[in-house]
């Protein structure tokens, strides 16, 4: 057995991680196991996970209902193709459940072994339709200002945050970018119009300075997670709706963080009733319990993928897709939440993280924005001056500061460094703890943030 020591040094040598650089990985955190809403290191030191892992651990740690769901399946069959001919239980059976889940907006699945490549899918599959529906020049992708949907080529280039793309250009050609619905940042509102008026105006002048004949798809989470925790104004997305069927632009919904709960709803577009063509999925499906993504498609994309000759088809997949253990274990997570009810539960401890931070932040000189109230996905956003909405210098390394105090005050999170000066965001705290998550864990994720944001600007 390696010691600590020992660990941390063949981790620096071997283990390449992502977003890699050492600078990171000089003290790392070892992580040993789990339970609810806490974490456990080598050392025996214990955190509340502020995160839900990386937005997924939706049912909590520590399950072991979902270890013995993998364990049947993969005693009984771990593995089988799903390719040309070949299908499995699981796999069936969690495409029924989700497409029930969607209230039958949707028609049919495919598994993907991540969220990035749930959104690669996507984004081949509105070309596919377009090509099918014979306008093969419909090829390029909206994204949106903050959006982040992987790391993969094509989901890079929708994702629209500099420092994923500055060492590994030239981006994916045909990925263009609107500005997303930030009240807090958003530029050139006109009078009169809601932020949300003026993102779907923009996002509509995007697509047709682009041609509306050569656009097939545009893609954006309901509430961003990464980007900053963004909320958009309610009337957004019905707008985004319109804008997208008025041009014949298909509409993908990136729930990979906002599904099965996260929002206090099983998906975040059902709270605003807007019924996009294409979702993607991944994380809280398994609660991170074993890699799954995909995307679900509506009746009419179904159809297309069905209507074309052999010659044709649909010509996607990988050895993973639908991979029957994974699947097994989906079921058996969603059963949980729905079981334990945690889309209320992340309603009612998501409007009590709200008010708890708001009661902590919002009359804070450096607290420009606090965002959330939809479940349990929640940020702070700070800045140098609330009157200007002017930024912390990067250099003084406010959002990593907080990160490490709150560390070690027994929280783990994540944090956004700002990204330059206003319009582009500020350091940014996430608080998206699991559905599980207790009211005293609640209240002690407010505290140690509160604590740790004392401790961080008062010495600045
Ligand atoms: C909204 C969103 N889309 C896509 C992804 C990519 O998922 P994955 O990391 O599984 O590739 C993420 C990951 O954080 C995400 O938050």
């Known amino acids: 057995m390696l010691r600590d020591a020992d660990l941390v040094s063949v981790d620096q040598e071997h283990l390449i991680h992502p977003l890699h650089h050492p600078s990171d990985h000089t003290e790392p955190i070892i992580y040993v196991r789990g339970c609810g809403a806490t974490v456990e290191d080598v050392n025996g030191h214990r955190y509340t996970d502020g995160l839900s892992g990386l937005w997924n651990v939706n049912v909590g740690h520590g399950r072991a209902e979902l270890a013995e769901a993998a364990a049947a399946q993969m005693k009984e069959l771990a593995f089988f193709s799903a390719y040309v001919g070949s299908s499995n239980i699981p796999a069936i059976q969690l495409a029924e459940r989700l497409i029930d889940l969607t209230n039958d907006e949707m028609q049919a699945v495919f598994f993907a072994p991540s969220g990035a490549e749930a959104n ?162 991944a994380k809280g499906v398994t609660s991170g319990y074993l890699p799954l993504g995909g995307m679900m498609v509506t009746k009419m994309v179904k159809e297309a993928m069905d209507s074309v000759s052999p010659a044709d088809r649909w010509m996607h997949g990988g050895t993973y897709s639908a991979h029957p253990t994974c699947c097994a274990v989906a079921l058996k997570n969603l059963e949980i939440i729905e079981r334990e009810g945690l889309c209320e539960r992340a309603e009612k401890m998501g409007a009590r993280l709200h008010s708890g931070l708001m009661e902590a932040f919002a009359n804070h000189p450096n607290a420009g924005d606090v965002r959330g109230g939809k479940g349990l996905l929640a940020a702070v956003e700070f800045v140098e001056d609330r009157a200007t909405k002017q930024n912390f210098s990067g250099d003084l390394k406010v959002g990593p500061r907080l990160y490490a105090d709150m560390k070690k005050r027994g929280v783990v999170t994540r944090v956004r460094p700002t990204a330059g000066t206003h319009p582009a965001t500020g350091d940014i705290l996430f608080l998206a703890p699991p559905l599980v998550v207790t009211e005293d864990e609640v209240d002690r994720l407010v505290s140690v943030a509160s604590d740790a944001v004392k401790a961080v600007l008062n010495s600045r």
């Open 120 to 281: 690669e899918a996507a984004f081949k599959t509105a070309r596919f339709y377009w090509k099918a529906a014979g306008k093969p020049e419909k090829v390029k992708v909206v994204a949106r200002q903050e959006a982040y949907h992987g790391v993969t080529l094509q989901s890079m280039s929708a994702t629209k945050m500099g420092a994923y793309w500055k060492m590994f250009e030239p981006r994916v050609p045909g990925f263009v970018h609107t500005q997303t619905c930030y009240p807090y940042r958003f530029q050139g509102a006109r009078a009169g119009e809601t932020i949300g008026q003026a993102a779907a105006r923009e996002l509509e002048e995007t697509i047709i300075r682009e041609g509306p004949d050569t656009v097939a798809a545009f893609i954006g989470e309901p509430i961003h997670g990464t980007g900053g925790v963004i909320y958009p104004t309610d009337d957004y997305w019905p707008l985004v709706r319109e804008v997208c069927s008025r041009h014949k632009v298909l509409l993908i919904a990136d729930e990979i963080v906002c599904g099965f709960g996260r929002t206090g709803k099983w998906f975040g577009l059902h709270h605003w009733k807007v019924k996009p063509d294409i979702v993607a999925f």
